[in-house]
Nanobody
Framework: QVQVVESGGGLVQAGGSLRLSCVTSGRVSSTDRMGWFRQAPGKAREFVAVIASTGSTYYGDSVKGQFAISRDNARNTVYLQMSSLKPEDTAVYYC????????????????????WGQGTQVTVSS
């Protein structure tokens, strides 16, 4: 079993920055990929970014150039640095773990993730 815990959410003004953290524990493999998704009220869950153990990354079109994903394998932690935040970035942000070893671009599909955190709320005020 794998536990996933997100932190770092909060209220920020438009134009500000936040860094989310996601710590995993349990039976996490060194080859697992770590992803971030978000879900705004009344909307479907949306892919944000994913990172492989090698450091390869892939981003959703809506956050390219604005968000940056990174990971610290020694600490089983993945980060999401969010900059130039806009009210439309308001959502619950979820971290997830995937054992899928195909193309990283395939990890935009949330069905490829086995473990999920409870989410952390990010609210951007205008």
């Amino acid at each position: 079993q794998v536990q996933v815990v997100e932190s770092g959410g909060g209220l920020v003004q438009a134009g500000g920055s936040l860094r989310l953290s996601c710590v995993t524990s349990g039976r996490v493999s060194s080859t697992d990929r770590m992803g971030w998704f978000r879900q705004a009220p009344g909307k479907a869950r949306e892919f944000v970014a994913v990172i492989a153990s090698t450091g390869s990354t892939y981003y959703g079109d809506s956050v390219k150039g604005q968000f940056a994903i990174s990971r610290d394998n020694a600490r089983n932690t993945v980060y999401l640095q969010m900059s130039s935040l806009k009210p439309e970035d308001t959502a619950v942000y979820y971290c997830a773990v995937s054992s899928y070893l195909g193309s990283i671009t395939g990890l935009t599909d949330q069905r490829k993730y086995e473990y999920w955190g409870q989410g952390t709320q990010v609210t951007v005020s205008s």
